[in-house]
């Protein structure tokens, strides 16, 4: 099986006006959920136990939004236009 090479991809961030806004969650199962399942592993718990997420290289897929609710994610929509991800196939 390929492996995608999301490096060809191109990303526009709007860091002002995030599209993925989350909540201050400290259940370790959420956690784990969360850094586990994202695609482009955007979520990664850090040695305090803390969860570390950066928007730059989400692919909008909406896992993150599905495997937990609004207790978790305060916000998940798609960027304004002209921000987020660019894929670049090759």
Same mark, same amino acid.
């Given at each position: 099986?390929?492996?995608?090479?999301?490096?060809?991809?191109?990303?526009?961030?709007?860091?002002?006006?995030?599209?993925?806004? *989350?909540?201050?969650?400290? %259940?370790?199962?959420?956690?784990? $959920?969360?850094?586990? /399942?994202?695609?482009?592993?955007?979520? =990664?718990?850090?040695?305090?136990?803390?969860?570390?997420?950066?928007?730059?290289?989400?692919?909008?897929?909406?896992?993150?939004? *599905?495997?937990?609710?609004? %207790?978790?994610?305060?916000?998940? $929509?798609?960027?304004? /236009?002209?921000?987020?991800?660019?894929? =670049?196939?090759?």
């Amino acid at each position: 099986m390929i492996q995608p090479d999301l490096s060809r991809n191109r990303y526009q961030v709007a860091h002002a006006n995030p599209h993925i806004i *989350l909540a201050d969650v400290q %259940e370790r199962m959420v956690l784990m $959920r969360l850094a586990i /399942a994202c695609p482009a592993g955007l979520y =990664r718990l850090q040695p305090d136990g803390s969860l570390h997420f950066d928007v730059q290289g989400c692919l909008e897929c909406g896992t993150c939004r *599905l495997l937990c609710g609004e %207790e978790t994610i305060t916000r998940w $929509r798609y960027p304004q /236009a002209g921000n987020g991800i660019e894929f =670049r196939f090759g």
